[in-house]
Structure formats: C-alpha cells, structure tokens
C-alpha cells in the first residue's frame, strides 16, 4: 500500500508540473480571452484527473509485472 502512495506521490510530483506548463503554454491565447480564472481550473483539474488515472494505472501495470516473476513487493 505504502509502495503505491510513494509511486503516486513521486509521479505526480514530477508530470503534473510538466503537463500544467505545457497544457497553458499551448491553450494561452484561450486562457487570456477570458475574464475570471475558471477556465484555467477546469483545465487544471482534467489534467489532474487524467495524471492521476494514468499513474495508477502505470502502477497496477508494475505490480502485475513483479507478481509474474514472482517478485512480490
């Protein structure tokens, strides 16, 4: 359990960052036609969703690998 909290911890750690900078990068002009920061949420919080979705299941990935050479973690 603690294994997959430290993966989830250290991966979003490192992408989220990364993809939140290069998402605003690239949707900038959207961003700035806007008045509020709404927008800005949103789009934080479907990267987010899909960073999060994507290190569990790179995690069960992992897991499923040890387990089939019988390394257990």
Known sequence: MWKA???NSVWMGITL???LSIT???LHPLFVSG????????VALIIGIID???SIRIWTWIEGKSYKRKRYM
Do not use: D, K, R, S
Request: no cysteine; charged share 0%.
């Open 5 to 7: 909290l430290l993966f």
């Open 17 to 19: 960052p990364i993809l």
């Open 24 to 26: 605003f990068t690239i």
């Open 35 to 42: 008045n509020n920061g709404v927008l800005m949420i949103v």
């Open 52 to 54: 999060v979705y994507l």
